[in-house]
Nanobody, 124 residues
Framework: QVQLAESGGGSVQSGGTLTLSCQGS?????MVWFRQVSGGEREGVAV???????YYADSVKGRFTISHDLAKNTVSLQMNNLKPEDAAMYYC?????????????????????WGQGTQVTVSS
């Protein structure tokens, strides 16, 4: 199981920008960001697989950008124009296999490697 360490969370005002980063202990074909609000379900935010195109949740399309550095085993999530509804615990998640298509990648049960999470707070 890969070790994942997130960083970059914090508090911003609505409309602000944050960039989350995640360092993996080894290479992973598929790297994902999930988020979860207290008492809620885990929601897939963005995924990037190998050299393929990323997929995003509809709620973040056009505002968030996922990128990775395969040589460094890192993945980042740039979050622009943040909204109060983006506030959540964000988790870096990984799998060393294909994670699914435009919708199937969002199933949390697909993944067995999760980071500890980093909190994002957005004030209105």
């Amino acid at each position: 199981q890969v070790q994942l360490a997130e960083s970059g969370g914090g508090s911003v005002q609505s409309g602000g920008t944050l960039t989350l980063s995640c360092q993996g202990s080894r290479y992973n074909y598929c790297m994902v960001w999930f988020r979860q609000v207290s008492g809620g379900e885990r929601e897939g935010v963005a995924v990037i697989q190998g050299y393929g195109n990323p997929y995003y949740a509809d709620s973040v399309k056009g505002r968030f950008t996922i990128s990775h550095d395969l040589a460094k085993n890192t993945v980042s999530l740039q979050m622009n124009n943040l909204k109060p509804e983006d506030a959540a615990m964000y988790y870096c998640v990984a799998a060393n296999h294909y994670c699914g298509g435009p919708y199937s990648w969002r199933a949390p049960a697909t993944y067995d490697s999760w980071g500890q999470g980093t909190q994002v707070t957005v004030s209105s």
